[in-house]
């Protein structure tokens, strides 16, 4: 239900298919009292439908009420861990509207992420997704240093906006490692160097000298 939610949320999916995917979760759902609040909720969308039906903005903020209001929903969203709702945002590039979260469940979201199969994927999309929230993404930039992944290094810093991260500092930790063979890598790939400036540039190629 969470995901079928998440995708409604970010208008994924429209009210139509929303139900259709309602209808085969509570067809799949053992359990007689969560299969009727999941019933119960299509009922009440289905009449939101025809109640708001000249009126888009209505209508979302009526089905984004119901899913609020609705138990089962409620149970499962207040039982979700870090790594099923860090998969749940990963699953998607970037969306417009991710759960909000407060530093300390970003850093949990984080920690997921490293034990995800594919970690700096992980890592880079939580990034994508939480550029608007004042969150620190420092913990992210260690992690893709760390793993010395130049091509993650060079899309995070090409596609995450530069607000969110202080360029100067994130120059000096990947100087810092002194790893020659990351950094010269590093320095032949386009999207990387087109965000540095020359004395940024020139702190890295003195590494290698």
Do not use: G, H
Not at 35 to 60: F, G, T, W
């Amino acid at each position: 239900m969470l995901r079928i939610f998440y995708k409604y949320v970010n208008e994924l999916i429209d009210e139509e298919t929303l139900v259709k995917e309602l209808k085969k979760l509570a067809k799949c759902e053992k359990d007689n009292e969560k299969r009727n609040q999941i019933l119960d909720l299509m009922y009440l969308i289905k009449i939101a439908m025809i109640v708001y039906k000249n009126s888009n903005y209505e209508l979302y903020d009526a089905v984004y009420e119901l899913f609020l209001s609705n138990p089962l929903y409620n149970e499962l969203a207040n039982d979700i861990n870090s790594k099923d709702l860090m998969n749940l945002i990963t699953d998607y590039m970037k969306v417009k509207n991710p759960p909000y979260v407060n530093q300390e469940e970003f850093d949990q979201l984080v920690e997921a992420a490293k034990e995800s199969v594919d970690s700096n994927e992980s890592c880079f999309r939580l990034a994508l997704n939480y550029v608007l929230y004042d969150l620190d993404f420092s913990k992210i930039e260690d992690y893709l240093i760390d793993s010395k992944d130049p091509w993650y290094m060079a899309k995070y810093v090409s596609q995450i906006d530069n607000s969110c991260y202080n360029l100067d500092k994130l120059i000096n930790k990947i100087s810092s490692t002194v790893d020659r063979k990351y950094i010269k890598e590093l320095l032949n790939m386009e999207p990387f160097t087109r965000e540095l400036s020359f004395e940024q540039a020139t702190k890295l190629q003195e590494v290698l000298k």
